[in-house]
């Protein structure tokens, strides 16, 4: 079974940057579409960002130009970057493996066959 273990989120201020890892254990990141996802008790859990196998990266939005993921194959694990946070930032985020990366993956999220158990980012103003 996949197993993926999220870390690195925190409180940090608006401007601020925080890098969120994923290690994921009994799955090859290199061949699998990876994502990350958000999620607040007011909204659904929607994409932020995702990486296929061929490093073509996909972003929700205009979250593009504050966020990057990225993935290190050989330590099996897959990043994320967040720079000029906002406190709309302020959520769990969560890891998620092997789930579409095309099309409107952001709200496809029921498709991602595994998931971490998340780690929470608040931003405050």
């Known amino acids: 079974q996949v197993q993926l273990v999220e870390s690195g989120g925190g409180s940090v201020q608006a401007g601020g940057s925080l890098r969120l890892s994923c290690v994921a254990s009994?799955?090859?990141?290199?061949?699998?579409?990876m994502g990350w996802f958000r999620q607040t008790p007011a909204k659904e859990r929607e994409g932020v960002a995702a990486?296929?196998?061929?490093?073509?990266?996909k972003y929700y939005r205009d979250l593009k130009g504050r966020f990057t993921i990225s993935r290190d194959n050989a330590n099996n694990t897959v990043y994320l970057q967040l720079n000029s946070v906002e406190p709309e930032d302020t959520a769990m985020y969560y890891c998620?493996?092997?789930?579409?990366?095309?099309?409107?993956?952001?709200?496809?999220?029921?498709?991602?066959?595994?998931w971490g158990q998340g780690t929470q980012v608040t931003v405050s103003s």
């Open positions: 998620a493996a092997d789930g579409p990366c095309g099309g409107n993956w952001y709200d496809r999220a029921d498709e991602y066959r595994s």
């Open positions: 990486l296929r196998p061929v490093d073509d990266r």
């Open positions: 009994t799955l090859r990141i290199g061949i699998s579409c």
